[in-house]
T-cell receptor, first 113, second 114 residues
Framework: AQSVTQLGSHVSVSEGALVLLRCNYSSSVPPYLFWYVQYPNQGLQLLLKYTSAATLVKGINGFEAEFKKSETSFHLTKPSAHMSDAAEYFCAVGDQGAQKLVFGQGTRLTINP | KAGVTQTPRYLIKTRGQQVTLSCSPI?????VSWYQQTPGQGLQFLFE???????NKGNFPGRFSGRQFSNSRSEMNVSTLELGDSALYLCASSSTTGPYNEQFFGPGTRLTVL
């Protein structure tokens, strides 16, 4: 079965600092990977997705993620944090045979002024 | 294009009651999926409908059911509510099927069971 592990339930960075949110996956087949963001009292918004076209994926709001098969990782980064980035971030893997996402537990990102 | 809409946004029920939640997908989207989000269990897949047929179901008891109408709108029903059913229920729609097609999420319905 596919699964996702997000390392760190809370991450705190200063405004302007690098953001690094970690995600490791487990999949017996080439995975389809996603990062979603959730702002308070809202649904999920797709930041970016990996579909095997390129290992470095660029998303919205300056975020990007790199797929590393050897490390089974898909970490999310942003060079310079902004106060508006404060939210909860979810890594997910797409089930090969179904329109179904398996989510990690989420990482709450706090930005310090 | 309007996004995914869910009604109601907030709901308070008591144990033993039943509840119906509604989801209207983005126009043209035929796949609708439902997820439950709780602080303890995180985001968990409930079921997915495509062209009025349930194609996949998560690991939830039979008290959780759903359906999809010919216009792709979907409803989910929870019978005999338990305190543990308190959660944010998210609906997502997709234009086609396949594991890497983006799912667009609605704002959710927050259900509180007292």
């Amino acid at each position: 079965a596919q699964s996702v592990t997000q390392l760190g339930s809370h991450v705190s960075v200063s405004e302007g600092a690098l953001v690094l949110l970690r995600c490791n996956y487990s999949s017996s087949v080439p995975p389809y990977l996603f990062w979603y963001v959730q702002y308070p009292n809202q649904g999920l918004q797709l930041l970016l997705k990996y579909t095997s076209a390129a290992t470095l994926v660029k998303g919205i709001n300056g975020f990007e993620a790199e797929f590393k098969k050897s490390e089974t990782s898909f970490h999310l980064t942003k060079p310079s944090a902004h106060m508006s980035d404060a939210a909860e971030y979810f890594c997910a893997v797409g089930d090969q045979g179904a329109q179904k996402l398996v989510f990690g537990q989420g990482t709450r990102l706090t930005i310090n002024p | 294009k309007a996004g995914v809409t869910q009604t109601p946004r907030y709901l308070i029920k008591t144990r033993g009651q039943q509840v119906t939640l509604s989801c209207s997908p983005i126009s043209g989207h035929r796949s609708v999926s439902w997820y439950q989000q709780t602080p303890g269990q995180g985001l968990q897949f409930l079921f997915e409908y495509f062209s009025e047929t349930q194609r996949n179901k998560g690991n939830f008891p039979g008290r959780f059911s759903g359906r999809q109408f010919s216009n792709s709108r979907s409803e989910m029903n929870v019978s005999t509510l338990e305190l543990g059913d308190s959660a944010l229920y998210l609906c997502a729609s997709s234009s086609t099927t396949g594991p890497y097609n983006e799912q667009f999420f609605g704002p959710g319905t927050r259900l509180t069971v007292l």
